[in-house]
């Protein structure tokens, strides 16, 4: 795995360049205050620092393959999640498809259930928060109005 995860650092770090140079091309800052580019800049700098995490901890690493077994077993069940899951955003509401979609990739990844149904809870209730309560965002709603 040390291998993939350098591959995909190196990645995520010429992705989080672009996003920070991007960010400065639009302006970081206008008149007295944030500009448009101001978000891309900080979004790509911690890109890039969470880049540089993944190299350095990979250093360490003995496995040298690149897709270990089971790999894409694992990419194609948490993708075929994600999918399910904007599938039912619109009848189950976002925040109960994001709570399923979370509590499988706990539960396939290994949680206990204990595990698997903190996750859920948690992740719901910070999106909710974050999002509905503080930022002011409308999620789909579904069928239980939630």
Do not use: H
């Not at 077994?69 to 694992?74: E, H, I, K, N, S």
């Not at 189950?92 to 499988?104: H, I, N, Q, T, Y």
């Not at 974050?130 to 709603?141: E, I």
């Amino acid at each position: 795995m040390r291998r993939a995860n350098q591959a995909a650092a190196l990645c995520l770090l010429a992705l989080a360049v672009y996003i920070s140079v991007t960010g400065l091309v639009m302006g970081y800052y206008e008149k007295s205050a944030p500009g448009p580019g101001f978000l891309p800049f900080w979004i790509g700098v911690f890109l890039g620092l969470s880049s540089l995490g993944i190299l350095w901890e990979s250093r360490s690493s003995k496995d040298a393959s690149l897709f270990p077994p089971g790999a894409f077993r694992t990419l194609f069940a948490i993708t075929g999640a994600g999918a399910a899951a904007i599938g039912l955003s619109s009848t189950l509401g976002l925040l109960l498809a994001l709570a399923l979609l979370a509590g499988f990739a706990a539960r396939f990844l290994g949680a206990s259930w204990s595990q698997t149904a903190v996750t859920a809870v948690a992740i719901t209730v910070t999106f909710y928060f974050l999002f509905v309560r503080f930022l002011m965002v409308s999620f789909p709603t579904g069928i239980l109005g939630i």
